[in-house]
């Protein structure tokens, strides 16, 4: 809804080529730099923010794109397998489940930048968008740093997570759930979980990797749940103020080791 379709200008060339729907793809949004009103679903945005090139140059389809502060639009180096992988992920919120409060963490694993606007999180198989889509502004990733990506801006700002980059994907399962990073049509990482504790991040033991006394090559160890000293935020229970929700992850941060039985 509100999304333009447009032809690869590649394929202007042909003119049966706009008959091949590999050539089409879904135009990129536009908003109004000088408010920076960037909302589909916000019908007092001024002008109203919509996906489309309207007599101006469409873009590659599989090239990937970001916006700078003055609304320009720049290709940007797009991920690709072995540039990301999800290293935590914080799909059972304390007490009463809120999907407003979930993320996963990525981390860049490769040699060079990459700009995370075009990643399209995906969770057990259902369609997402795009980042771009629901973010403003160039997102590059430097080699070795860590990101969070929420459900929910106000959700997150809520929780301590001011500044996480916010996803357009069903919520996570609590259990039994398979999640992807997809970068144009190619899924570039993904991870599994049978369960997630209530309150509890699971974690990929020591994205640093030499830091902890074992491997991924563990098995077992490689994921587990983070220690329980790691309280990164407490809300007071919405229908029992006098309880406190504790949060318990390390989002942005480096994970610690799994603890070794």
């Not at 009103?37 to 109203?48: A, G, I, K, Q, Y």
């Not at 140059?57 to 720049?74: I, K, R, T, V």
């Not at 997402?128 to 990101?147: M, S």
Request: hydrophobic share 35%; net charge negative; glycine share 10%.
């Amino acid at each position: 809804d509100g999304v333009a379709r447009q032809v690869d200008p590649d394929a202007f060339a042909d003119p049966l080529a706009n008959d091949d729907p590999a050539n089409w793809c879904n135009a990129l949004p536009v908003y109004n730099p000088e408010t920076g009103c960037f909302d589909p679903t916000d019908l007092e945005c001024v002008p109203s923010p919509a996906f489309g090139t309207p007599g101006g140059a469409n873009f590659q389809c599989e090239l990937c794109y970001c916006q700078d502060p003055e609304g320009a639009w720049q290709e940007a180096n797009a991920p690709a397998v072995g540039d990301l992988v999800i290293t935590e992920v914080f799909g059972n919120t304390p007490g009463a489940e809120n999907a407003d409060w979930e993320w996963i963490e990525v981390a860049s694993i490769g040699d060079t930048s990459v700009d995370l606007t075009c990643v399209t999180p995906r969770f057990d198989g259902s369609d997402g968008a795009p980042l771009h889509a629901t973010n403003v502004g160039c997102r590059a990733l430097e080699p070795g740093g860590l990101a969070v990506l929420c459900s929910d801006a106000e959700g997150g700002a809520a929780t301590g997570l001011e500044g996480c980059l916010v996803y357009d994907a069903k919520a996570l399962k609590g259990s039994n759930n398979t999640i992807e990073l997809v970068s144009g049509d190619e899924v570039i990482a993904t991870a599994f979980y049978e369960s997630l504790a209530d309150g509890v991040s699971l974690q990929l033991a020591d994205t640093a990797v030499g830091e902890c006394a074992y491997s991924f090559a563990d098995g077992d160890l490689a994921w587990c749940d983070t220690p329980a000293g790691e309280i990164y935020t407490t809300l007071p229970k919405p229908d029992a103020p006098e309880e406190t929700l504790f949060f318990v992850g390390t989002p942005g941060e480096m994970n610690p080791c799994c603890p070794v039985e």
